[in-house]
């Protein structure tokens, strides 16, 4: 019995690990599932988050709502209203959901389609994706046989238009993309055969007239048990749970104890695991509501016992009377948000509210709904009046034996509710059981889609395309050189970047064919390996240094934020780029490419507001700093003594063409545009004043900027020497990289320097073969470009290799790198 459920878990989390298949996990009440969720939890190496449907289900799978977590409105979301539209979403949550790898939805039953099509729309949003839910991974674990999701009858009017059924494989989104469905068998639960084929039965409601007799045996008229033998009675309606605890309870001669649970940060009502205010009294039964986390083990969730004393801080419970009394002191449960660790860069569950109260509610009786996934060893079920399709299974499944089941009143046969639809879905289910084969084909399509992601530059050529129209229907309030420079990137991104990408992606059909997984292919990652170094060099060197260069300044803000807006997106697409085809450098892992994504997603700053501060403390610079930085807060500081905007005194095309042909007379003032004779009287002499004091300025050097220092400051040490510091350690690049937060290529290009300026030999760096071999094509072809010597030497050479042995040649010329 074990092995066939060990090969089907195997398989499930092989799926979960290294695919990207969507999962519905489901198996018969008391078959691990609940298990499964947290052993996922435990060793995915993917971004994941847990939900569920209630509270009280979130607070168990150790996750949190789906209407928190995705800021859904509550009601039915009917398609295309305006009630979808969720709350705004702030930038954490947003970087969350940008680089969630995984969805695991617990207790899937619940529900209801319209609901997983609004986590599909909020997906799809923020991740800029237009794949259902965004291309994320999805995990759905439930059985359908137990309760179903609610819906009134008024919300199913709304969304009966819209939807042929309200279960979660109803969704819209969901039909759109195929998903494989794993069933585990095994029962935890019950061990009784005969018990396990009369649930099976009824499950599956193909229960006969003997089966049914069968049950209806445990039907005991009349039946009161001595609050001593722990029997709890489940009901199918909220008020007569709560009826007989409070006629119980009151029916007790001993005094009455309130118990105020200590409530701290964010933990809404709606998710409180027991009372606020708990009353108990000794001698009444109650119900553990947690597991116990010491080592003793001395309850789990769903035990039964009678209270047998009470002090202050201490509840006393005996559970049967053979059976140590257990002292019983409050626990917390807490509230979770999901969050983004800044130092892991790992999506980590933030603790924002805890609930402290003694794990223990009233017993005596409690609804069939809210025993779903709690276990009794004697239970009363009180089922007759069963209204819900899977009610019955629930009931009679919570029991570990068929002795242990007592019935309130007969099971009649039309209680045990049948839904064409599900039987259908479980048809359907059956037939989408995977293989070892549907596996291994699962991991190379997952691979072979990740490989094309990687070999793509259509979303950066659409976002340059994006640039050039903002500032072509712009170009009267931005710099002149914008468009060029732009259309410069377009042209560079076009015949480097996707031109080749392009030929590559026609190659790779005939890669995926082979029967090896392409991470098993040598050939192609060898392939794989020469197209990182000629990427790198592309996006690191050429790209990215040009966009850089683009000029943003523009007296109109709406203009300029619109512009800086998509140039940051083309920057951080190219930068996210960057990043993944460094973790490409000795070859291609899925998992490492993953981690790699995401990871620069995450840390990604645009460049531009680090050159933008340099320059600006830099006297000689064409940028926002400079003679261009001078004459814009002289004309800023005009405008704020006459209450006027800075365009109307000058506008910031005028300035730039200014601080470029820096003119010294009126007459050269006139030919700039921008200046008519009124302008030229009214602040030319300001302005020449301006720039002729700008020009006379002295330039700062090491000696006068030493002096005007205070107070002695330790020296930073610069960059480059602790990079080459922690190199002469022992360190990997790699290591050095991870430890300094850099880039790959950034430490690279650190211990380029060094080697140029002989303070490291390049020896020490590559094999004499490797050295010896991009020599001879240097000497050989010394005006040739890195990326032509990439293609030209082959064998896997990297643009950091030759960059390492071109600079050694300088140093040995006297040339400083």
């Known amino acids: 019995m074990i092995a066939p459920v060990n090969e089907k878990l195997e398989l499930a989390h092989q799926f979960v690990l290294h695919t990207n298949r969507n999962i519905f996990l489901t198996g018969k009440a008391g078959t691990g599932k609940t298990t499964f969720l947290h052993q996922v939890k435990q060793i995915s190496a993917k971004r994941l988050a847990v939900v569920a449907p209630t509270g009280v289900a979130a607070i168990n799978a150790g996750g949190v709502t789906i209407h928190s977590l995705f800021q859904l409105p509550f009601g039915p979301l009917v398609p295309g209203s305006t009630l979808r539209e969720s709350r705004k979403f702030n930038k954490e949550k947003i970087r969350l959901l940008r680089t969630l790898d995984l969805l695991i939805i617990d207790e899937i039953s619940m529900v209801r389609a319209d609901v997983l099509d609004g986590i599909d729309e909020v997906l799809r949003r923020y991740r800029n994706n237009g794949q259902p839910f965004g291309g994320v991974q999805l995990l759905l674990i439930g059985d359908m046989q137990q309760l179903p999701p609610v819906i009134r009858d008024e919300e199913w009017s709304l969304l009966k238009p819209h939807y042929e059924t309200g279960y979660f494989f109803g969704s819209k989104a969901l039909r759109q993309i195929p998903y494989i469905s794993i069933e585990l068998t095994h029962i935890y639960r019950q061990a009784d055969a005969r018990f396990i084929s009369l649930l099976n039965s009824i499950r599956e409601k193909t229960v006969t007239r003997d089966q049914l007799a069968d049950l209806n045996q445990r039907h005991i008229p009349n039946f009161a048990p001595h609050d001593k033998e722990g029997y709890i009675t489940l009901s199918t309606h909220n008020t007569t749970a709560q009826q007989i605890n409070s006629n119980k309870l009151a029916g007790l001669p001993t005094g009455l104890h309130t118990f105020e649970a200590i409530v701290e940060g964010?933990?809404?009502?709606?998710?409180?695991?027991?009372?606020?205010?708990?009353?108990?009294?000794?001698?009444?039964?109650?119900?553990?509501?947690?597991?116990?986390?010491?080592?003793?083990?001395?309850?789990?969730?769903?035990?039964?016992?009678?209270?047998?004393?009470?002090?202050?801080?201490?509840?006393?419970?005996?559970?049967?009377?053979?059976?140590?009394?257990?002292?019983?002191?409050?626990?917390?449960?807490?509230?979770?948000?999901?969050?983004?660790?800044p130092a892991t860069k790992e999506i980590k569950a933030e603790a924002i509210g805890t609930f402290r109260q003694f794990p223990l509610k009233l017993a005596w009786a409690i609804t069939?709904?809210?025993?779903?996934?709690?276990?009794?060893e004697k239970a009363i079920i009180d089922a007759s009046a069963a209204f819900a399709h899977g009610q019955v299974y629930v009931a009679l499944s919570r029991c570990k034996t068929l002795d242990g089941l007592v019935l309130r009143s007969p099971i009649p046969s039309h209680s045990i509710k049948t839904e064409q639809t599900l039987e259908d879905f479980h048809d359907e289910v059956q037939q989408q059981t995977p293989t070892e084969q549907h596996l291994r084909d699962s991991r190379r399509s997952n691979q072979q889609v990740l490989l094309q992601e990687l070999f793509s530059f259509e979303r950066a050529s659409s976002l340059t395309y994006r640039c050039r129209r903002v500032v072509n229907e712009h170009t009267n309030s931005l710099d002149a050189e914008c468009f060029p420079i732009l259309t410069e990137l377009r042209d560079l991104l076009q015949n480097k970047a996707r031109n080749v990408t392009n030929r590559f992606q026609q190659q790779l059909p005939v890669y995926f064919e082979e029967e090896t997984l392409p991470e098993e292919n040598d050939t192609l990652q060898e392939r794989i390996r020469k197209a990182t170094a000629y990427f790198?060099?592309?996006?690191?060197?050429?790209?990215?240094?040009?966009?850089?260069?683009?000029?943003?300044?523009?007296?109109?803000?709406?203009?300029?934020?619109?512009?800086?807006?998509?140039l940051d997106e083309l920057e951080k697409e190219l930068f996210v780029k960057l990043r993944s085809f460094e973790s490409c450098r000795d070859g291609f892992d899925a998992l490492s490419y993953l981690k790699a994504r995401n990871h620069a997603e995450l840390d990604f700053q645009p460049e531009r507001k680090k050159l933008e501060k340099e320059a600006a403390t830099t006297t000689d610079s064409p940028g926002r700093g400079g003679l261009y930085g001078a004459l814009m807060k002289w004309r800023n500081d005009l405008a704020g003594e006459h209450d006027t905007s800075g365009y109307m005194v000058l506008p910031q095309k005028t300035i730039a063409e200014l601080a470029k042909l820096r003119p010294t007379t009126l007459d050269e003032l006139l030919a700039i545009k921008g200046f008519g004779k009124t302008k030229v009287k009214q602040i030319g002499q300001d302005v020449l004043a301006v720039i002729k004091d700008f020009l006379e300025r002295p330039k700062p050097t090491k000696e006068t900027k030493e002096k005007k220092v205070k107070e002695p400051k330790e020296a930073k040490i610069p960059s480059t020497t602790q990079t080459l510091a922690l190199f002469q350690a022992g360190k990997t690049i790699a290591e050095i990289a991870t430890e300094r937060g850099f880039a790959v290529s950034t430490i690279e290009g650190h211990l380029a320097q060094c080697i140029g300026q002989g303070e490291l030999s390049v020896e020490a760096v590559l094999p004499p073969e490797r050295i010896k071999l991009i020599r001879s094509h240097l000497e050989t072809a010394p005006s040739t470009t890195f990326t032509e010597l990439i293609q030209t030497i082959g064998n896997g050479v990297t643009y950091s290799e030759i960059r390492f042995v071109n600079s050694a040649i300088r140093a040995e010329l006297g040339e400083a790198e």
């Open 266 to 341: 964010d933990f809404p009502t709606s998710i409180y695991p027991t009372e606020a205010s708990l009353e108990l009294k000794v001698g009444a039964q109650v119900m553990f509501i947690k597991n116990d986390i010491t080592r003793e083990k001395r309850y789990y969730n769903g035990k039964i016992g009678q209270i047998v004393d009470i002090d202050d801080d201490i509840i006393y419970v005996q559970c049967g009377d053979n059976e140590d009394v257990i002292d019983v002191l409050p626990v917390d449960w807490t509230n979770l948000k999901y969050t983004l660790d």
């Open 536 to 566: 790198q060099a592309v996006l690191g060197d050429e790209l990215l240094p040009l966009l850089h260069r683009c000029p943003t300044d523009s007296d109109n803000k709406q203009v300029r934020e619109s512009l800086l807006e998509v």
């Open 368 to 376: 069939i709904h809210k025993s779903q996934g709690l276990t009794f």
